[in-house]
């Protein structure tokens, strides 16, 4: 459910940045303000300064700044409205929901696989083809109740039957994507199938992964459709399982296949993720984003496996997600690499190379070609290194990688620059379509114009929201940070008044205008919190003023 405006703003007024931060960290007083080691860069001077007349925290190491609910969301990787209710809970402020359908409805049908999860692992204790299946993979019993393996029966009317006593309705079976309707019938569309229950981040049941049991039959393994819980680009299997142990080495493994995860859990290497069966999306990378900065790719040996790691090292490098590539060639995945023990997978992990290093080597060994076929592999090799690099977006990484190429193959460094810019450009094309402001009337909303230009190119590219640093930069604007939250989780039904106003508007937006917007404002905000906070902590002036004068002359 929604959290209503009124419980947020109370949090908002009574909240005091240095109480809530205190909880977290050891607090110096300095002056007015307090200062702190920053706990979201490595530093050894304080530069993490936390002003209680203000409300406000700005580190002056690695620029992050906010109030208390920004503070708890960057420190316990949680999202706006968990952050609220933390803190609401520390000031016991009762919290008030706005009632929406579409809550209920999901609440309705995660009930709804919770009980047909309950009904499959019932049916895997009295299936003697799936616990033989089970004990020929090496499927330990803890890990079948750990990651609660069942069984799909081939008996329809099991499930029939079942739905029937549990008073399940045949449409919410529908919408979780279970079954298929003939006339006068259903049919589980895992029928026959081991099943591995898909969950979200938050432990909800959201879909069914199944692998047949039946010799020959295809597909080998069949997934849940998308459906209004599940979109198989947003989550990724095992990330509830394996989220404490993806935080604590602040690393992920990504795998391809069910097996695969299970298998690496079983014998103790758990900080795992697999991709549902499905290429890597930008979106499970975002969700990655919030708590690994390196990840390891390790997918299937063959040369779909390797194209597949290609494609998702583009994806996390553009989130700044470092990448590493398990190389190995001894068997074709690493459910069967398990099986060499634990030993075996630590020596593959632990050798495990940068992405674009191992790519280098790999182009190295191809550098002096005298055939044709020599040549296109030179040129295959380098065109991916040059394409992966074309999707970072951080320009200090990018710039990084195009010296280490450059070094590498003797090209200097402004040919390497060129090669990634032509890519980048065509990347770019693809993403931007150019509009221009012609109007700027404005609308009872208490919103401002800008505001409303930015609201209006957001209700148009959705996908934005999950941006973490575009949606940094949005937040800024107050009026607009509850709409946003609502429609970061998918609840717009409180909003749905508003956005369906802005629609309506004639306001022609583009990319760029709203850049301007963005960038006008945040230097604004960034010389406010400089000297709210900067002045009372007086050793940073020198830093302030120097901050300041470099700003004026980019303009």
């Known amino acids: 459910m929604a959290i209503s405006p009124q419980t947020i703003e109370e949090v908002n007024r009574v909240a005091n940045v240095y ?23 490595s530093e050894k001077t304080p530069s993490f300064v936390v002003s209680p007349t203000k409300n406000i925290f700005k580190c002056f190491g690695c620029g992050i700044s906010g ?33 929406s359908d579409k809550d209920n409805l999901y609440k309705g049908l ?4 919770r009980a047909i999860t309950e009904f499959y692992k019932e049916n ?95 597909p080998k393994y069949l997934n849940s459709p998308d459906t209004v819980i599940y979109k198989k680009g947003n989550t990724l299997y095992g990330i509830y399982q394996s989220l404490p142990y993806i935080k604590e080495k602040e690393s992920v493994i990504i795998v391809e296949g069910y097996m695969d995860l299970i298998s690496l859990h079983q014998i103790g290497i758990k900080n795992v993720v697999a991709t549902l069966g499905t290429a890597f999306t930008k979106n499970q990378a975002k969700l990655l984003k919030k708590y690994a900065k390196e990840a390891i790719v390790m997918f299937d040996s063959d040369e779909s496996g390797k194209k597949a790691a290609i494609d998702a090292s583009k994806i996390l490098l553009s989130e700044s997600i470092l990448v590493k590539y398990a ?80 070094q590498k193959t003797g090209r200097n460094f402004q040919s390497v620059e060129a090669d990634v810019e032509k890519i980048k450009k065509l990347i770019e094309r693809e993403k931007i379509s150019k509009i221009s402001i012609e109007d700027e009337d404005s609308i009872d909303l208490r919103l401002s114009v800008k505001e409303k230009i930015i609201l ?45 106003s802005i629609q309506k508007e004639k306001l022609n937006i ?30 940073d002036v020198n830093k302030i003023l120097n901050k300041l004068i470099t700003l004026k002359r980019r303009r």
């Open 67 to 99: 109030n208390a609910i920004k503070f708890v969301m960057e420190y316990e990787k949680i999202s706006y409205f968990d952050a609220i209710v933390k803190i609401a809970q520390k000031y016991n402020i009762p919290i008030k929901y706005i009632n």
């Open 124 to 218: 895997l204790k009295n299936s003697s083809i799936a616990k033989e299946y089970i004990k020929k993979r090496g499927i330990s019993p803890q890990t079948v109740e750990e990651f609660e393996i069942g069984y799909s029966p081939t008996d329809a009317n099991q499930l029939k039957k079942y739905i029937q006593e549990k008073n399940i309705q045949i449409e919410d079976l529908e919408k979780i994507g279970l079954i298929t309707l003939n006339i006068d019938d259903i049919k589980d569309k895992f029928s026959g199938r081991l099943i591995f229950p898909i969950k979200d981040i938050k432990g909800n049941i959201v879909g069914f992964g199944g692998r047949t049991l039946e010799e020959g039959k295809q």
């Open 19 to 41: 109480d809530v931060i205190s909880d977290y960290l050891p607090l110096k007083k300095t002056g007015s303000v307090y200062v702190a080691l920053c706990p979201f860069h």
């Open 327 to 406: 190389y190995y060639t001894s068997v074709k995945d690493p459910d069967e690499l398990s099986k060499q023990g634990l030993s075996k997978v630590k020596e593959v992990i632990n050798s495990s190379k940068d992405i674009i290093l191992f790519l280098l080597e790999k182009l190295k060994e191809t550098e002096n070609y005298d055939t044709e076929t020599q040549l296109k592999k030179y040129q295959t090799i380098y065109g991916h290194i040059v394409k992966i690099i074309a999707y970072i977006e951080d320009p200090v990484l990018r710039n990084s990688y195009i010296q280490i190429v450059s």
């Open 510 to 539: 583009s990319q760029e205008s709203v850049k301007l917007i963005l960038e006008e404002e945040l230097k604004k905000i960034e010389v406010n919190q400089f000297l709210s906070i900067g002045l009372e902590h007086q050793t």
């Open 456 to 500: 209006k190119y957001l209700i148009e590219n959705t996908h934005l929201l999950q941006d973490g640093d575009f949606y940094d930069k949005i937040s800024y604007f107050e009026n607009l940070k509850y709409i946003l939250e609502l429609m970061k989780t998918g609840n717009t039904e409180p909003i749905q008044h508003i956005i369906d």
């Open 110 to 113: 995660y009930s709804i696989t």
